[in-house]
């Protein structure tokens, strides 16, 4: 073997080695919402795309596929505590939560609400898990099929679909930061496997 086949080897090792370890860390932030799984995958997925963009064109036959499925459940399942944890740096927990995944906002009234009386809520943003995880797909898809102006249909789609919940500043705030935290990370997991396997 080469000095160049060598450095290839080893660096599809790493890519490897650092998308399924962000993979295993990003399952656990997912179901266990902790900063101490979401930082190492945050990471390990660093060090992937460095290491994609450095490997060399010549992709090994088992490496496609298997570095396509492990972006994905990188991209899937890390952005959801991703996007907590920056819903949760930006805004602390100044809005209550709602029984449905959503968050309470005050219901917009011509009349003052008298004093002593709590403000009439209603649940927004609501199954907001689900849609994310479908948007993820849906990004990290996009890219790694080399369609990146997917993306803009994704945003849209979910721009529109949510359009009447953002009338109240909370609602839209947390929407923003929710969906760039959300795509930001789905990108940066689709962007490892589009740098390795291009």
Known sequence: MNVVGAMSAVGWAVIVV???ASAVLSVLAYLRPRPIHLWPAAGTLALAIVAASTVPDDVPMVAAP???LLGMVVAVFGGSP???????LAMG?????GAHGGILVAVRSDEPTPPGVAPV???VLRGGLTIGVLERLASAGTIIAGFPEGLAIVVAVK????FTELEAPEARERFIIGT???LIWACAAALAVHLAIR
């Open 18 to 20: 650092a998308l399924g």
């Open 121 to 123: 809520r209603r649940e």
């Open 82 to 88: 991703a996007a907590a944890t920056a819903l949760q």
């Open 93 to 97: 927990s100044s809005t209550p939560p």
């Open 180 to 182: 760039f935290a959300s």
């Open 159 to 162: 721009g529109v679909g949510r």
């Open 66 to 68: 298997l570095v396509g």
